[in-house]
C-alpha cells in the first residue's frame, strides 16, 4: 500500500511562492524611446556590446534594453504576418504602403 500525502489547502505546488508587490511597468521616457526605436530601425540585432552601451546611455537595465529589441523583432514579424494573412493591400487604412519589386 502507497503513502499518502496530503497538503494543507492554500499550500499546493501550483501556487509557488507568495507573490510580493507586483513589479512597476516601465514606460520609456520620450527620449528613450525614439533613441531604441532609431537604433532598431539601423540594426534589429545589436550586439551585447551594444546593448551595453545603450543601456548605460539611457539609464535603462540591461535586460530592459535586450528585451526592447526581442519584443521589436517580435512585433516587425507579427505585423508582417499580419498584413500578409488577411490579404491586406497596400491602399487599405492600417497597413503599410510598402511594395516591393524584383530587382
Do not use: Y
Not at 514606460?27 to 543601456?55: G, H, W, Y
Request: net charge positive.
Amino acid at each position: 500500500m502507497g503513502i499518502v500525502v496530503l497538503q494543507e489547502e492554500g499550500a499546493g505546488a501550483a501556487q509557488g511562492p507568495k507573490p510580493g508587490p507586483k513589479k512597476q511597468r516601465l514606460v520609456f521616457t520620450d527620449l528613450q524611446r525614439r533613441t531604441l526605436i532609431a537604433i532598431f530601425k539601423e540594426n534589429k540585432r545589436p550586439s551585447k556590446e551594444m546593448q551595453i552601451t545603450i543601456s548605460q546611455q539611457l539609464g535603462l537595465e540591461l535586460n530592459t534594453v535586450s528585451n526592447f529589441f526581442m519584443n521589436a523583432r517580435r512585433r516587425c514579424v507579427d505585423r508582417w504576418h499580419d498584413e500578409h494573412a488577411h490579404g491586406a493591400s497596400p491602399g487599405q487604412p492600417g497597413t503599410s504602403a510598402t511594395t516591393f519589386s524584383k530587382a
